[in-house]
């Protein structure tokens, strides 16, 4: 299984980016998908969380400003996010868990938020 996200960018405070993550090489649904954020010198944390079947979970940080989404396509979510803050930027990782928790994690998206 590989997964490949796309979307980060420069944008000002204020303004909203769309990061897209795809699975491929499965033909069974993820079991969950889910961004994390890895802001420079700090370690990897959850941002939002699909669980197939189960909840949507979100960080405090991002609870009311991001909304994670799944495609038309199996496999394949987004990341909506909206009023960004220069302490959203960091590199974003799309994660998946497939059958018997093997885990996976895309090549990550920078994502700069300019004050």
């Known amino acids: 299984v590989q997964l490949q996200a796309s979307g980060g960018g420069l944008v000002q405070a204020g303004g909203s980016l769309r990061l897209s993550c795809a699975a491929s090489?499965?033909?069974?649904?993820?079991?969950?998908m889910a961004w994390y954020r890895q802001p420079p010198g700090k370690q990897r944390d959850m941002v939002a969380e699909l669980v197939t079947g189960g909840p949507t979970n979100y960080a405090d940080s991002a609870e009311g400003r991001f909304t994670i989404s799944r495609g038309s396509a199996q496999n394949t979510i987004y990341l909506q996010m909206n009023n960004l803050k220069p302490e959203d930027t960091g590199i974003y990782y799309c994660?998946?868990?497939?059958?018997?928790?093997?885990?996976?994690w895309g090549q990550g998206t920078l994502v700069t938020v300019s004050s």
């Open positions: 090489g499965s033909t069974v649904p993820m079991k969950i």
């Open positions: 994660k998946a868990i497939g059958i018997g928790i093997r885990t996976y």
